[in-house]
């Protein structure tokens, strides 16, 4: 808090936190400098993954300026467009490569699941933060009904990655909120057990074939299984110190493939080794802390449960995409947070961020 008569720094009246700031700075650094080899040294491509990016700042600075007590009003209205959307997907969305994930709105697409990433565990901390804490049985099943709606329709498309990472942020809320350790267990066997008509009835060949794939990728070392055995080739060939960067021959001569998106890490280990990684790890986990630390300092109940959300989910995208790169995940989709190309992902997360923020420096106006 600052001192009495003591006038309100630029970032403190913008309703920047900068500490965090400079950890997304360092990412996308990162994040552009490896794309720049993984994509074969397009300038082209560089220069719209800035543009790309300075539109998420954007979208961060606006969300940042909006108190978490208006957030919490309009999350049943976020949430209620954006299943509308998903309804409208499924019914008239635009199909590419064999998923429907897509709303053509004329000038450009829009994928109404990437809303969700924030639109759930806002509903559901708005839900929740209203109701008697820890949430009673009444309580608990009609905040699962409220994710398992987008959840499903999402699953859908089909879009595993996206429906993984919209249930494990609105889970999050949900355990957040104080649920006993025995209903936590009970998720956990219920998951378990769902495991097996999931595999029956639900999921498609080539997701089954995924999850077969990563048991086993040599397999189908040329068909399904080439993505993650050159994967892990260009990550063991880093060493310890990497082949330098724009030196990777995995990437640069092609054998990896979507190695400027979903596999960039791959290129990353490879370019920089084990020290690189872990100086890459390092940088995550400062953003982890910073958001952690703003949690624990929020003010109110729906800015403690999505403050947590926001900042595990992140923690998810970061160990689900080098899970799945390197071999211990099924190949899912998802993103490198801040280093893949992209530009919906890239914005969600820096909404997201743009709420931590949020949370962060409107508490301080209160505590003044």
Same mark, same amino acid.
């Given at each position: 808090m600052?001192?009495?008569?003591?006038?309100?720094?630029?970032?403190?009246?913008?309703?920047?936190?900068?500490?965090?700031?400079?950890?997304?700075?360092?990412?996308?650094i990162?994040?552009?400098?490896?794309?720049y080899?993984a994509? !074969?040294?397009?300038?082209?491509?560089?220069?719209?993954?800035?543009?790309?990016?300075?539109?998420?700042?954007?979208?961060m600075l606006?969300i940042?300026?909006?108190?978490?007590d +208006?957030?919490?009003r %309009?999350?049943?209205?976020?949430?209620?467009? !954006?299943?509308i959307?998903?309804i409208?997907?499924?019914?008239?969305?635009?199909k590419?490569?064999?998923?429907?994930r %897509?709303?053509?709105?004329?000038?450009?697409?829009?994928?109404?699941?990437?809303?969700?990433k924030?639109?759930v565990?806002?509903?559901l901390?708005a839900y929740?933060s209203?109701?008697?804490?820890?949430p009673?049985?009444k309580?608990?099943f009609?905040?699962?009904?409220?994710?398992?709606?987008?959840?499903?329709?999402?699953?859908?498309?089909p879009d595993?990655?996206?429906?993984?990472?919209?249930s494990?942020?609105?889970?999050?809320?949900i355990? #957040?909120?104080?649920?006993s %350790?025995?209903?936590?267990f009970?998720?956990?066997?219920?998951?378990?057990?769902?495991?097996?008509?999931?595999?029956l009835?639900?999921m498609?060949?080539?997701?089954?074939?995924r999850?077969?794939?990563m048991?086993?990728?040599d397999?189908?070392p040329?068909?399904s299984?080439?993505?993650?055995?050159?994967?892990?080739?260009?990550?063991?060939?880093?060493?310890?110190f990497?082949?330098? %960067?724009?030196?990777g +021959?995995?990437?640069?001569?092609?054998?990896l493939?979507?190695?400027?998106?979903?596999f960039?890490f791959?290129?990353?280990?490879?370019?920089?080794g084990?020290?690189?990684?872990l100086i890459?790890?390092?940088?995550?986990?400062?953003?982890?802390?910073?958001g952690?630390y703003i949690? #624990?300092?929020?003010?109110?109940?729906f800015?403690?449960?999505?403050?947590?959300?926001?900042?595990?989910?992140?923690?998810?995208?970061?160990f689900v995409?080098?899970g799945m790169?390197?071999?211990i995940?099924?190949?899912?989709?998802?993103?490198?947070p801040m280093v893949s190309?992209g530009? +919906?992902?890239i914005?969600t997360?820096?909404?997201?961020?743009g709420?931590?923020?949020s949370i962060h420096t409107?508490r301080?106006?209160?505590?003044?």
């Amino acid at each position: 808090m600052a001192s009495q008569g003591a006038s309100p720094s630029l970032l403190f009246r913008l309703h920047i936190d900068g500490t965090l700031l400079i950890f997304l700075i360092l990412l996308m650094i990162i994040g552009q400098a490896i794309l720049y080899s993984a994509s !074969g040294e397009s300038d082209a491509l560089i220069q719209r993954q800035a543009i790309r990016l300075g539109i998420a700042f954007i979208v961060m600075l606006l969300i940042a300026q909006i108190s978490p007590d +208006t957030m919490c009003r %309009w999350s049943p209205l976020l949430f209620i467009i !954006g299943t509308i959307m998903l309804i409208a997907v499924l019914l008239v969305g635009t199909k590419v490569l064999g998923a429907q994930r %897509w709303l053509n709105l004329g000038l450009f697409r829009f994928q109404p699941s990437e809303m969700m990433k924030l639109a759930v565990p806002m509903m559901l901390a708005a839900y929740l933060s209203k109701r008697h804490i820890p949430p009673r049985n009444k309580h608990l099943f009609i905040a699962l009904i409220i994710l398992l709606l987008p959840v499903v329709l999402i699953a859908k498309q089909p879009d595993l990655g996206t429906s993984l990472l919209v249930s494990s942020a609105g889970l999050f809320v949900i355990f #957040m909120a104080g649920v006993s %350790w025995h209903i936590i267990f009970g998720f956990i066997f219920a998951g378990i057990a769902f495991t097996i008509p999931m595999w029956l009835f639900l999921m498609r060949d080539y997701q089954r074939q995924r999850v077969l794939t990563m048991l086993n990728p040599d397999s189908d070392p040329l068909g399904s299984g080439y993505h993650i055995i050159q994967s892990k080739i260009a990550i063991g060939s880093g060493g310890d110190f990497g082949k330098g %960067w724009l030196n990777g +021959t995995q990437s640069h001569l092609e054998f990896l493939p979507e190695r400027h998106t979903d596999f960039i890490f791959s290129v990353f280990a490879e370019e920089f080794g084990f020290s690189g990684v872990l100086i890459l790890l390092t940088v995550y986990l400062l953003v982890i802390f910073r958001g952690i630390y703003i949690t #624990m300092q929020a003010q109110g109940t729906f800015s403690r449960l999505l403050g947590s959300s926001i900042i595990l989910t992140f923690l998810i995208y970061i160990f689900v995409n080098i899970g799945m790169v390197s071999g211990i995940l099924p190949v899912v989709g998802v993103p490198l947070p801040m280093v893949s190309y992209g530009g +919906t992902s890239i914005v969600t997360l820096m909404a997201g961020f743009g709420i931590l923020m949020s949370i962060h420096t409107h508490r301080k106006l209160l505590a003044h």
